[in-house]
């Protein structure tokens, strides 16, 4: 890229990060996505561009089934110990209109009996693009054990980084520069010396020699769940034409003053940025430290539980479900004004109400990091059918009374007291999932090894109504670690 059209292509990126007008195509594909291959559950992230509409929300697809909903670019699936998940992302925008699919990428939850730092990992691809006689810009995959890297510049350290990618400017012209990449030895064998894992040898482009001197001080002024605002001090000497923003190798702003807001941003999530001066002719000044933050963690506007169904299955009981666009750690439903329920599902059953009865639900998520509660969802309306009045006595209590590793799986049993008064038997339900049913007052049940689950029991009467719930009870299913 000749240097005279540096600050076009500035520019274009830019003009493409505005919000696509109505009528669009809507986001664009997630990039770089990446899964963990070590642990008791698989993390994800992924990169979104700045081009088209913004996204607001990330499904994560196994198969064709979405087994994750988030609002930032990372997620974490909880999946039975052992075992192996292919995963692709896609975006959606605010009028729901969802982006293509990533590649998709594969994770392997699992422990292994030797420290995974190390077992003989691949070393990471590092990629040239965008070059001029300034600068380069250089990518790379994430690292199979993820972490930070730090970059080096022909020997000279510019910090560690999450991100994948980096802007080096004031280079000379036509000039070969050896960028490497080094991870922290955490195997504590043979001492604690950095370890290369990846490298490149950038050449810049022929043009002229003169650079602008390197603009000083970048800081962070403030930040919220979707922006950052940076100032930095401008060079001695004559003012440069303009700055550019980077957030890793992505440009994020072109500005002639020394301070910007740096918007398009997820919550929760970490940047590094930089900033290089720009002269008339385009040539990039060598980049100012890198200022690394993250985002705000909490959303500032969380969206409301959304699709909200009620279903009346009997005339006892209403199964409900619902979506939601980012993460929660439960859902409580309100029949009007009062809870009735608390879940850890997108969905539950509501069991022992009476026959013929009308009910208005909605549904409010807790989210994660003490970030309080999304607004409410719409309000559902239901009625029960007409059926007998009469409702056993609800279990007083639920406990896991075994949690036994085996093999392949764990078995987990589940006791209560028995209910006063005349019953035909019990329902175990999970959501909104029969998990099994008996006479008695215990069930075994096998289940995955490493796995979360939420159960509450019901009495079920000789006419079939059910009755109210026990307090519900959660289990992690154990499992065997190698030795």
């Known amino acids: 890229m000749p240097v005279s059209s540096l600050a076009a292509t500035l520019a274009a990126v830019l003009l493409a990060a505005s919000p696509a007008p109505a009528g669009g195509t809507g986001p664009a594909t997630p990039t770089e996505p990446w899964a963990s291959t070590f642990g008791t559950g698989i993390s994800l992230s992924w990169e979104q561009p700045r081009s088209g509409a913004r996204a607001t929300s990330f499904r994560v697809y196994e198969d064709d089934a979405v087994v994750a909903r988030v609002s930032t670019t990372a997620a974490y699936l909880e999946v039975p110990f052992g075992s192996s998940h292919t995963y692709t992302v896609a975006a959606v925008d605010q009028r729901g209109r969802e982006s293509a699919r990533t590649a998709p990428v594969t994770g392997q939850s699992r422990l292994s009996g030797v420290n995974p730092e190390c077992l003989p990992a691949p070393g990471v691809p590092v990629t040239v693009t965008a070059v001029t006689a300034s600068a380069v810009s250089v990518s790379w995959t994430r690292h199979p054990l993820g972490g930070e890297l730090e970059l080096r510049v022909d020997g000279a350290s510019l910090g560690w980084t999450s991100l994948t990618s980096a802007r080096i400017g004031g280079l000379a012209p036509g000039t070969a520069h050896q960028v490497t990449l080094y991870r922290e030895n955490r195997c504590h064998v043979g001492g604690g010396e950095n370890e290369p894992v990846g490298t490149v040898t950038a050449t810049t482009a022929a043009g002229g020699a003169a650079r602008p001197a390197a603009p000083a001080d970048l800081t962070v002024t403030g930040r919220t ?44 999530t970490w940047h590094r940025f930089t900033v290089a001066a720009l002269d008339a002719a385009g040539n990039e000044s060598a980049h100012s ?78 989210l994660p990091q003490e970030c309080g509660e999304s607004p409410r969802s719409r309000r559902v ?103």
């Open 381 to 483: 309306e239901v009625s029960t059918p007409a059926g007998p009045a009469a409702r056993p006595a609800a279990p007083a209590s639920l406990t896991v009374t075994g949690n036994a590793p085996g093999p392949s799986a764990a078995q987990v049993t589940l006791s209560w007291p028995p209910a006063s008064g005349a019953t035909a038997g019990y329902r175990v339900y999970e959501g909104t999932r029969v998990a099994g049913e008996t006479t008695g007052t215990t069930l075994s049940l096998t289940l995955a090894p490493a796995t979360t689950h939420e159960y509450l029991v019901v009495a079920v009467s000789a006419a079939g109504p059910e009755s109210a719930p026990s307090p519900r009870v959660t289990v992690h299913a154990t499992f065997l670690p190698p030795p």
């Open 289 to 366: 430290p890198a200022a690394a933050t993250a985002t705000a963690t909490c959303l500032a506007a969380p969206p409301s539980p959304e699709a909200v169904s009620a279903v009346a299955v009997s005339p006892s009981s209403v199964r409900l479900s619902w979506m939601f666009e980012a993460a929660a750690t439960s859902y409580t439903v309100f029949d009007g004004a009062a809870p009735v329920a608390t879940t850890r599902y997108p969905e539950a059953i509501l069991t022992g109400l009476a026959s013929a009865s009308r009910h208005a639900y909605r549904v409010v998520a807790t």
């Open 225 to 268: 769940d979707s922006t950052v605002g940076l100032s930095w001090t401008a060079p001695p000497g004559p003012a440069p034409a303009r700055y550019a923003v980077y957030d890793g190798a992505t440009p994020v702003a072109v500005t002639t003053g020394t301070s910007v807001t740096v918007d398009r941003l997820y919550h929760a």
